[in-house]
């Protein structure tokens, strides 16, 4: 049984003297009763004012390099509105999108990447590119992948302006980052924030789901209309491609999430340079719901891993010998932290490598390697 104690003095009021002394702490040194209800002497404004403009200047500086990275970026960033059929049971009808993108430069020509949700299902001259000088463009050719929604438009103008491609791996959770874009259609415009986590998978969005998902998750605000626009960081880099919102309203909560550069770039230069995008895979079969309790149970001192559940016959992953039961650990040196995770380690490989891997097994840990081999589609 709990001790009750009576109070000499009521808690209401030992409660009400306790805010007050905190109330009295946090007023700021120097300043009399008079100064803090009342106006302030001449003298004591102008002291407020150069301790302000002092603290200012650690402000302004860090805000000096966020307008730096706005001007530097703002003119490689588009708006797109595209005209695509509307869906079979809207015969006759167009159904609008608009969104975002940023210009690229590769091998001498300009790209236009963006999102696949944004010119999904638009015939070329439907698609209206706005750059951030006022000219419009339609592309010459556009490449698209379900899988990732990676769009990619081939344009060409003169004094184009090319955004410089970040390192998305080199990202940590806390990095500064800004997102540009077309939220509502205003364009150019530009939301600060930080990198809240890495590695957001097994995401819907609606009725849908994309298959390979490793989304960077930002507070910047995200609302639509800024889908496909760069997220970059503090150098004016692009280490993200602006794709979705997880929200009630539809409008931002400060939950957002974007492609990694990396992986977008992967699948957006195989579109322009074979047409497709050639994955690889290992041939097994993963268990989703891999939690602690099977993993003590296997000797492992915490969930990590991806648990091998099938073996596929005359697969890589037979020749290299991996058995069901087994976790892979890492692959090429990378943790792996779950099975959706290396599904997409292994689909970002090129097909035809040779990569280690570390296996646990019968309690006991073992390298070995394989050769991935092309996924039919």
């Not at 200047?57 to 805000?63: D, G, I, P, T």
């Not at 930080?194 to 849908?208: C, H, M, N």
């Not at 957002?256 to 079969?285: C, D, T, W």
Request: proline share 6%; hydrophobic share 45%.
């Amino acid at each position: 049984m709990r001790e009750h104690r009576k109070f000499p003095i009521p808690f209401a009021v030992v409660l009400w003297l306790l805010a007050s002394a905190a109330v009295q702490a946090a007023q700021p040194a120097g300043l009399t009763k008079l100064e803090r209800v009342g106006p302030t002497s001449p003298e004591r404004r102008a002291e407020l004012k150069r301790q302000l403009a002092e603290h200012a200047k650690v402000l302004e500086a860090q805000s000096a390099a966020v307008k730096i990275v706005a001007k530097l970026v703002g003119p490689t960033v588009v708006y797109i509105e595209a005209d695509a059929p509307a869906a079979a049971k809207k015969p006759g009808r167009q159904v609008e999108e608009a969104g975002s993108g940023v210009i690229v430069s590769w091998d001498g020509k300009y790209y236009v990447l963006t999102n696949r949700h944004v010119v999904s299902g638009a015939a070329n001259d439907a698609i209206r590119i706005h750059l951030a000088d006022g000219r419009r463009l339609s592309p010459l050719k556009a490449w698209d992948d379900p899988d990732t929604d990676v769009a990619v438009l081939l344009i060409d103008a003169p004094d184009l302006a090319a955004a410089e491609i970040g390192d998305s791996d080199a990202l940590e959770t806390g990095d500064f980052v800004l997102a540009v874009g077309s939220p509502f259609g205003l364009t150019s415009s530009v939301t600060f924030g930080i990198i809240s986590a890495k590695g957001r998978r097994d995401l819907r969005f609606g009725e849908a789901s994309l298959r390979y998902q490793d989304f960077l998750q930002t507070d910047a605000a995200i609302n639509p209309g800024n889908s496909g626009g760069p997220l970059v960081d503090l150098r004016g880099r692009v280490v993200g491609m602006n794709t979705a919102i997880a929200s009630n309203t539809g409008r931002n909560e400060g939950i957002g999430f974007a492609i990694p550069i990396n992986m977008f770039i992967h699948v957006a230069k195989q579109l322009v340079e074979k047409g497709s995008v050639e994955r690889a895979y290992m041939g097994v079969s993963l268990n989703s719901r891999f939690g602690p309790a099977l993993a003590a149970e296997l000797g492992l001192p915490a969930r990590m891993g991806a648990h091998v559940t099938g073996v596929n016959k005359g697969s890589p992953a037979e020749a290299a010998r991996l058995a069901v039961g087994d976790v892979i650990l890492k692959f090429n040196n990378v943790p792996v932290e779950d099975d959706a995770h290396l599904v997409n380690l292994v689909s970002m490989t090129p097909v035809g490598t040779r990569v280690p891997l570390v296996v646990f097994r019968d309690r006991q840990t073992f390298s070995t390697e394989i050769v991935v081999a092309r996924r039919d589609k």
